[in-house]
Every structure is written in structure tokens, then in C-alpha cells.
Nanobody
Framework: QVQLVESGGGSVQAGGSLRLSCAVS????????MAWFRQAPGKEREGVAV????????IYADFVKGRFTISQDNLEKTVYLQMNSLTPEDTAIYYC?????????????????WGQGTQVTVSS
């Protein structure tokens, strides 16, 4: 069982930065893939970034490379998403998710556990 709680969302102007946090409750933290997804109004949920805590392997969606950084803290069992150079197109609800590692890790269907989401709003 994995429980996820996101925090750190908010409103920011274009060009600004935000850091999202995801607190993870599980006894198997080093054997799950952790990811951030986002869903904008009227759009499908899309994968943003993935990290494997055991070796810090990371995967990024093309649209965030160079702007967003996923990281994690093994002791705190927390996953972060540092978002820089934000644009209005980044406005969405951001979700933390956990997977045992099957399938395409940037697709929602590969994830069994989800947080409640945190709103990120970027104004122009």
C-alpha cells in the first residue's frame, strides 16, 4: 500500500518558479517508481517526470526538459518537482503517483497509486 500527499502548488507569474512536494507513506519506497503527472482543464492527464528512488534514475517528458527537475529524499520519503521558467501552458493540477514499474512510465495507466493533486496556476 502506498499513500501520497502533495503540497506546494499555488499561483505564480510567467517566468516564475514553484517546488512541489510529495510525501510518500510506504514500506517499499526504494522499489517503486515515483512520478509527477498533470492535467489541465479539458485535457488528458500527462506524464511530467519519473524517478526511481533506488538509483535516482530519471525520465522527463520532452516538454519539460531543461525547465523541471524531479528529485527525492530517501530519508524523508519525499519526492520533489522543481519547476522553473513556468508558462501559462503549465497551468494544471499536478499529481504525484507511484508504480511498481510496469509499462510506459510516462502513462497514467502504469500507476496504481495517486495523490489528491495540487493546483498550479501560471498567469501571463
Amino acid at each position: 500500500q502506498v499513500q501520497l500527499v502533495e503540497s506546494g502548488g499555488g499561483s505564480v507569474q510567467a517566468g516564475g518558479s514553484l517546488r512541489l512536494s510529495c510525501a510518500v507513506s510506504t514500506n517499499t519506497y526504494d522499489s517503486v517508481y515515483m512520478a509527477w503527472f498533470r492535467q489541465a482543464p479539458g485535457k488528458e492527464r500527462e506524464g511530467v517526470a519519473v524517478i526511481y528512488p533506488r538509483d535516482d534514475l530519471t525520465i522527463y517528458a520532452d516538454f519539460v526538459k531543461g525547465r523541471f527537475t524531479i528529485s527525492q529524499d530517501n530519508l524523508e520519503k519525499t519526492v520533489y518537482l522543481q519547476m522553473n521558467s513556468l508558462t501559462p501552458e503549465d497551468t494544471a493540477i499536478y499529481y504525484c503517483a507511484a508504480s511498481r514499474g510496469t509499462g510506459n512510465l510516462l502513462r497514467p495507466s502504469s500507476y496504481n497509486y495517486w495523490g489528491q493533486g495540487t493546483q498550479v496556476t501560471v498567469s501571463s
